[in-house]
């Protein structure tokens, strides 16, 4: 099996906008009849929350008064096609928004990702499997029997920070106690197995962002997860 995308999320953020909850709903207006259904949180608070779901096409696009975020699953190649959501309506409601006069500034963007890659192997030896491939004997044997195990990797330079997360997976139970969890998980390919899980974030200090950034960004997670693959 290739690997699968099991969710990813791509993050703006920007000043606060102190009356967002006041000024949002007129220039979101235009964008509703696109979506499936919405959704508001913190209704008339300083802390609105708009979602956009687009159940069909499995993503969503939340907004609110310090960022825009959306967040989608399955193949990224989908979303880094000219004319993908991430174009319309995301940056669309960016620009936008940036429009304001209240808007400030970006501040920066973080590109989440989670993978997952099946192994033909029984659950009870997923985590010695890894253990035997990534550790030496005595740091796996610190704890005597290890029930799960995973190595996180952080690369911190001036305004650019990347993490890697990878270790054991034990079938879809664990996608939904991620961090980020799967816009719909039915609507994933068969996820209840036993293999490889790898978590990626990459967090940039901006004042811009784009289309083109997105799949900058996506082009560094494949190259990223390729070398760890290679590893296993």
Do not use: C
Request: overall charge neutral; glycine content about 4%; hydrophobic content about 40%.
């Amino acid at each position: 099996m290739d690997t699968l995308t099991t969710v990813f999320q791509f993050e703006i953020r920007y000043n606060h906008i102190l009356n967002f909850s006041q000024i949002a709903r007129k220039i979101l207006s235009p964008y509703v009849r696109l979506a499936k259904r919405i959704t508001l949180e913190n209704q008339n608070t300083i802390e609105e929350r708009i979602i956009f779901n687009f159940d069909d096409d499995d993503y969503l696009i939340i907004v609110n008064w310090d960022r825009i975020l959306i967040k989608g699953q399955g193949s990224l190649s989908a979303f880094t096609v000219k004319n993908s959501p991430i174009q319309t309506p995301f940056f669309t409601i960016l620009e936008d928004i940036r429009a304001l006069k209240e808007f400030g500034a970006i501040q920066n963007v973080l590109f989440a990702v989670n993978y997952i890659k099946k192994l033909d192997i029984e659950s009870e030896h997923i985590t010695e499997r890894f253990i035997d491939k990534t550790m030496q004997v005595g740091v796996s044997k610190i704890l005597g029997k290890n029930t799960d195990v995973a190595i996180i990797l952080d690369a911190k330079e001036t305004g650019d920070e990347k993490s890697v997360t990878f270790g054991p997976y034990f079938g879809s139970k664990e996608l939904m106690s991620r961090p980020i969890i799967p816009v719909n998980l039915n609507n994933l390919e068969n996820t209840d197995f036993t293999g490889w899980m790898l978590e990626y974030k990459h967090l940039k200090q901006t004042s811009d962002s784009s289309f083109s950034e997105f799949v900058s960004m996506t082009k560094i997670s494949n190259k990223i997860i390729e070398r760890v693959w290679k590893t296993m």
